[in-house]
Each structure stands twice: as C-alpha cells, then as structure tokens.
C-alpha cells in the first residue's frame, strides 16, 4: 500500500517560514490533484492549497503567504509557508486523488507557530 510520507513540520516563530514536503513511498498513477489540508485542535479539516498539472489554488486565509509547487523529477509537492501566524497552528496533512478515484492521505505534520 502506497502511503505519502509528510516532513518540514516544527516549531516557529511568528513571522518566520517553514517549508513542507509530501512524497509517496511508491508510485502513483493517475494523478489528479495533490492538496495541503490543515486541522487544528477543536476544529475540522480545511483546505489549505491545491495543485493540478495547470493550476494552483489557496483559501483565503492563506493567499499571498504560503506556496504551493511540484517536483517532478523528485516525485515530491511541497509547501512553502512565510509569515506565519499562530492561527496557522495544526497538523498538516498531504492528499492525492487520482483520475481512478482513488485517494491518499499522509500521517501528518504538526506546525506550530508560537513565540
């Protein structure tokens, strides 16, 4: 069973920049979209930002601070994240879906932006 294996997460300070990284431990075919979720304690799951082979998408509370991009030759999807706040505090997961409607999820990251 194919699993994504996240890494980056730590503690930060506010204002500072952390960088996440999601890889499969094998191969995936068909991919559709890979997505940063995020869930802090007490609350939901959220979307944070989304790639396809074409586009990138963000929710708002995260647009024009963190960057969602794709290495292809490393087989990796990161996400760079700059000025960071404490609401930016959760776990971060790393999600797959392909075109054959399958979907993969990570263990999870833990980020926390603390002074």
């Known amino acids: 069973q194919v699993q994504l294996v996240e890494s980056g997460g730590g503690l930060v300070q506010p204002g500072g920049s952390l960088r996440l990284s999601c890889a499969p431990s094998?191969?995936?075919?068909?991919?559709?979209?890979v997505g940063w979720y995020r869930q802090a304690a007490g609350k939901q799951r959220e979307l944070v930002a989304t790639i396809t082979s074409g586009n990138t998408n963000y929710a708002d509370s995260v647009k024009g601070r963190f960057t969602i991009s794709r290495d292809n030759a490393k087989n990796t999807v990161y996400l760079q994240m700059n000025s960071l706040k404490s609401e930016d505090t959760a776990v971060y997961y790393c999600?797959?879906?392909?075109?054959?409607?399958?979907?993969?999820w990570g263990q999870g990251t833990q980020v926390t932006v603390s002074s």
């Open positions: 094998g191969s995936i075919s068909s991919v559709f979209v």
């Open positions: 999600n797959v879906k392909t075109t054959l409607l399958r979907e993969y």
